[in-house]
Nanobody, 122 residues
Framework: QVLLVESGGGLVQPGGSLRLSCAASRRIRSINAMGWYRRAPGKERELVAVSANGGATDYADSVKGRFTISRDNAENTVYLQMNSLKPEDTAVYYC????????????????WGQGTLVTVSS
């Protein structure tokens, strides 16, 4: 069953912008933290940005000042606004959720989305 669904990836020119969305299934009651990771070709998966329940956020140094993470806690949705995109931002972006509780009482330590491809190229 798919519990996290990403959308918003695509092809964009350097300097452009994209907004990624990750919506949690309505079967999820609550989530502690949500974030975005990415895996570039030939590289390890890395943290991009994270948003905790209390509103604290953290970013990879490589995206600070260019990317913004935000959450709609009522809808269990997280967004990643990506501006001033660079070719090195090309990667598959994965949504991530920590401390998940479903409406049927099932708990997940971590959930992952299936990923959405972002390609930055002219």
């Amino acid at each position: 069953q798919v519990l996290l669904v990403e959308s918003g990836g695509g092809l964009v020119q350097p300097g452009g912008s994209l907004r990624l969305s990750c919506a949690a299934s309505r079967r999820i009651r609550s989530i502690n933290a949500m974030g975005w990771y990415r895996r570039a070709p030939g590289k390890e998966r890395e943290l991009v940005a994270v948003s905790a329940n209390g509103g604290a956020t953290d970013y990879a140094d490589s995206v600070k000042g260019r990317f913004t993470i935000s959450r709609d806690n009522a809808e269990n949705t997280v967004y990643l606004q990506m501006n001033s995109l660079k070719p090195e931002d090309t990667a598959v972006y994965y949504c991530n959720a920590h401390g998940v509780l479903t409406t049927t009482g099932i708990r997940y330590a971590i959930l992952w989305g299936q990923g959405t491809l972002v390609t930055v190229s002219s």
